[in-house]
């Protein structure tokens, strides 16, 4: 609901101080008793369902300049802070004022990709808002998790998206991986948003969420057969990182630590296709969708590579004797006789 | 004509939503859905110091709760739940939030950062988990599932918002459809003027279907943008609901619709729908006869 350029200009002529007061003084008046009084005499407020969009609004208006712009979003800041338990601004919400507030909060910085919000997120989603009851403690963490990598995700639609900003998300998300609220199955959304903020550190993600990853199929074999979504968001993001980095993932066992990526790389649904070469350290892949595109990906994994080793013992070698019957064993495990009809190509 | 009314009217005037919200206010209490006696005592209790440097647009915002608050008793006579089984024709009910509105409000938080396939924002693809203490907002606007379905083709957030007349709904808007069963002591009404505060789209009476008491229509946006004047704009019928506990529904689906392609909140489209809105009369005829009504 577009909000008249007047109104947008009035709101260009106020300070950053101004325009957060307004923001934080509103939502805590209504939060507390229904009222919008404390947004009068902007009345304008109340055209929306939830004041918050309003806010919004105001923030996506065309003429809406910079500084304001600025200005919304360190006042969205500040209302994140307001949600929390300790906050002296805060005093006198209750638990059912916060959760309200909370909501807006998180609704209005996924919104406007507030990613000066995104501590106040990592440190609800590591303590739940410090709300008494379990539950909703579990909810708003869980939400705060949410919001933080779809921010992420979405980033480049930001005109804010700055080298600092894209510290202070990378330095958040990881945060989160650490939190008691985090779950293994959320591991491939954290890992991709990762990989959306920081695609040339996709292999430190990857160790981060990768072990995650492994004890949740443990957990949920049926999805070990959808991990090439998950798959194609590295390669779609992240190609030429993961090929430089190649050599140091770990997947020559069933129980490796990148075991699932490689997999999931490489399957029938996945979005990379390997080229076999007469070194079998050294195969080429090539993207499916690109296919004039090939890089090497050397790796001595590929030797000892066989679906049937599942001892998880890392520490044993395989000589070169071997090597025939681990061309034969990768070839088995991706049953794709395509590859089998390519024959040898030499480089 | 005390100085408030005078003043409120004169700020509503100003701008688009206030003119609609005029034409629509008129037909309602000509047409017995609203007390006029009840508009006027609203309006009394504003002090005027809280208007005075407001524009049309906060005028209204600051009017909306007001007006709304069911304590102001404004609206009558429009309870619909008798007829709610011939809305429905068995199938579900639909409404169309945004999609963040969906993450923040109603979303079953885990499910959906869970899994390889979390990124569920395909047009199409659908969820039926949500939040056990999800409720929708204190005024709900539904439509027939089924005629969404027999009118829409594609079911694109554009089409879908075209037919609903979401016209606050600009480009590039994801949004997302909740079909639902409701519960048995499910309460709906009619809209009027009151309720649609401030739809800048809204018609509280559908002149192709003027003897239609049961339910509202929507306003086609499409068919409003491209027809010529006086063709039928009709979308599909539209009742309201109270706040909605997901919990107490069945049926629940949440069905992504992709992204609006364009926006229909334009001042052209503004002239043509007051045109319809007005029929041939004038604006000052209808605030003539409003604050005879508040007198």
Known sequence: MKITENKVAAFNDLSSEQIGDWIVGGMSTWALSGSLKDFLPHGFVGLFDRPIEAVEE?????????????????????????????????????????????????????????????????????????????????????????????????????????????????????????????????????????????????????????????????????????????????????????????????????????????????????????????????????????????????????IGFSPEHSTGDEAASTDEANLGAARHAIDDFFHDQAHKSQGVVLH | MPNIVKEVISRLTGGQRGKVFLCNLEAAIAGGLIDPTAVRAAIDRIDPNDISLMDEDDCMGYLKPLLQDPGAGLVRQNDSTAYLPYFLKGDRLMTVLRDPDYYSYYCDSRLCISGHDFAGRKPGSSIRAFRKSAISSPITWVAPKWLLSVKSSSSSAEEVRDILGLVHYGKNTALVALHFRPPSTQRCFRPTAIEAIPNARFRQSDPSNAAERRWGATVDLQLLDCSPPGATITGAPELTLPSVALAGCSDVEFVQLGETATDRDTASSDRKFLAHLLNGSKIETIVSRVEKYLV
Request: glycine letters at 4%.
């Open chain 1, 58 to 302: 105001l923030y996506s208006a065309p003429t809406c300049s910079l500084p304001t712009r600025r200005a919304i979003r360190l006042g969205v800041e500040r209302l994140g802070a307001l949600c929390k338990r300790r906050c002296p601004e805060g005093a006198g919400l209750g638990d059912s004022e916060r959760h309200a507030l909370l909501l807006a909060f998180l609704n209005i910085a996924e919104c406007i990709l507030c990613f000066e919000a995104t501590e106040t997120l990592a440190s609800i989603a590591c303590d739940g808002a410090e709300f008494a009851d379990a539950s909703k403690a579990e909810e708003v963490a869980e939400l705060a998790i949410g919001t933080l990598g779809r921010i992420a995700i979405n980033h480049e639609r930001s005109a804010f998206w700055t080298s600092e900003a894209k510290e202070l998300v990378e330095a958040s998300l990881q945060r989160v991986a650490h939190s008691s609220y985090f779950r293994a199955s959320m591991a491939p959304f954290l890992l991709a948003a990762l990989v959306f903020v920081r695609p040339e550190n996709v292999v430190d993600h990857l160790a981060l969420c990768g072990p995650e990853i492994t004890e949740w199929h443990t957990q949920e074999p049926d999805q070990k057969a959808l991990a090439y979504l998950t798959a194609s968001n590295v390669v779609a993001k992240a190609p030429l990182s993961l090929f430089r980095n190649f050599s140091s993932l770990s997947f020559r066992f069933a129980s490796s630590r990148d075991r699932w990526l490689v997999e999931a790389l490489f399957g029938p649904e996945g979005p990379l296709e390997l080229i076999r070469d007469r070194d079998a350290t050294k195969p080429l892949v090539t993207p499916k969708s690109k296919r004039t595109q090939t890089y090497r990906v050397q790796h001595d994994d590929w």
